[in-house]
């Protein structure tokens, strides 16, 4: 057996060896921890960084697709106020005599035509029912129908300038055998005063005839009617049985208005209501509404006045009912008391 001197002397020969390999482990040990403790700060702060970027991304993509929308809505715009819309052309008319029509006026840009009458043609099974496509061969063989007898366009010119003279000089003049209607890009509605409400009218009817129709019956009607609208269907392309004849002044309009009912036989078959034109609803109730009007001030006496002896009445009946129910309570208070 070993002496404790021996135990000791081994003990001090190992001993710093020991305390340095711990030392070490405990060293290695933290370094460990803080080089993880970095990775992980470090992949936080990367994911940090990318959020932030794909938020900047997104935010970027949003913002150009209202920019984007904003430029196109004002390219839009601008361009509508180059834009003159033609009514009633001849049916013959094409992109290149149109531009030739307005070319007076200033540099015409471009000629969209519009609401032209298609008789129909056969297109591929897989694109049945795509009327645009219809439309695009009909016109392109020449397949016009009998809808109607005119064809719309749209003028856009390089200048805005150009539309209001192009506007005074080209609306209501006759081209071939029409008297075209030239208004603004978004055609404005007929001024109810001076407007009449054509009603019976056939599907197959024609902007021009019915002009001269009523051309034949007022007197100087080349200068008293200035323009005929008849409501179609969309697609289609018929007349919906309306329509709506734009006269000078009150005065035409009340003679048209005067026009015996017998006068009124359209293609001898089609007997013709005619009325005046009403305002819109809207306007209606504007008018209504408007405190300065001395018609809105009459009426608002007459309803107050009205409103007050409702009122009275209803105090009235009430004041009778409690008194009537006071008897009545009275009456059962005796009837127990004798009891």
């Known amino acids: 057996m070993f002496s404790s001197e021996a135990l000791a002397k081994v003990q001090r020969k190992f001993e710093p060896k020991a305390a340095v390999v711990e030392k070490k482990t405990k060293v290695s040990f933290g370094d460990a921890e803080e080089k993880t403790a970095s990775a992980s700060r470090k992949r936080k702060h990367e994911d940090d960084e990318d959020s932030?970027?794909?938020?900047?991304?997104?935010?970027?993509?949003?913002?150009?697709?209202?920019?984007?929308?904003?430029?196109?809505?004002?390219?839009?715009?601008?361009?509508?106020?180059?834009?003159?819309?033609?009514?009633?052309?001849?049916?013959?008319?094409?992109?290149?005599?149109?531009?030739?029509?307005?070319?007076?006026?200033?540099?015409?840009?471009?000629?969209?035509?519009?609401?032209?009458?298609?008789?129909?043609?056969?297109?591929?099974?897989?694109?049945?029912?795509?009327?645009?496509?219809?439309?695009?061969?009909?016109?392109?063989?020449?397949k016009l129908g009998d809808q109607k007898g005119s064809l719309n366009a749209y003028v856009v010119f390089r200048e805005a300038s150009s539309v209001p003279t192009a506007v005074t000089a080209m609306n209501n003049t006759v081209h071939g055998d029409r008297h075209i209607r030239v208004d603004a890009s978004t055609p404005t509605l007929f001024e109810p005063s001076r407007s009449l409400f054509i009603g019976n009218l056939p599907?197959?009817?024609?902007?021009?005839?019915?002009?001269?129709?009523?051309?034949?019956?007022?007197?100087?009607?080349?200068?008293?009617?200035?323009?005929?609208?008849?409501?179609?269907?969309?697609?289609?392309?018929?007349?919906?049985?309306?329509?709506?004849?734009?006269?000078?002044?009150?005065?035409?309009?009340m003679s048209a208005l005067s026009l015996p009912k017998t006068s009124l036989k359209y293609q001898k078959k089609f007997q013709l209501r005619v009325s005046q034109c009403t305002k819109p609803k809207t306007q209606r109730k504007r008018q209504r509404t408007d405190a300065t009007n001395p018609r809105n001030v009459e009426r608002r006496k007459v309803q107050d006045a009205v409103s007050r002896r409702i009122k009275l009445k209803k105090v009235e009946t009430k004041k009778k009912f409690l008194e009537n129910r006071k008897k009545k309570t009275q009456v059962n208070k005796k009837k127990a008391q004798k009891k």
């Open 52 to 142: 932030h970027d794909s938020q900047q991304g997104e935010g970027s993509v949003e913002g150009e697709d209202l920019e984007g929308e904003a430029a196109d809505k004002q390219i839009r715009n601008e361009e509508a106020d180059r834009t003159v819309f033609v009514g009633n052309l001849p049916i013959s008319m094409q992109t290149r005599d149109v531009s030739l029509l307005f070319r007076p006026f200033g540099y015409v840009e471009s000629v969209r035509l519009r609401s032209v009458p298609v008789a129909g043609t056969k297109v591929p099974e897989d694109e049945a029912g795509n009327q645009n496509l219809v439309r695009k061969l009909c016109v392109n063989k020449g």
């Open 203 to 253: 599907f197959l009817c024609d902007e021009e005839e019915l002009r001269q129709f009523f051309v034949g019956l007022l007197k100087r009607g080349d200068e008293v009617v200035e323009g005929v609208r008849i409501v179609r269907d969309q697609e289609t392309l018929f007349g919906k049985g309306i329509a709506y004849v734009l006269l000078k002044d009150r005065d035409a309009v």
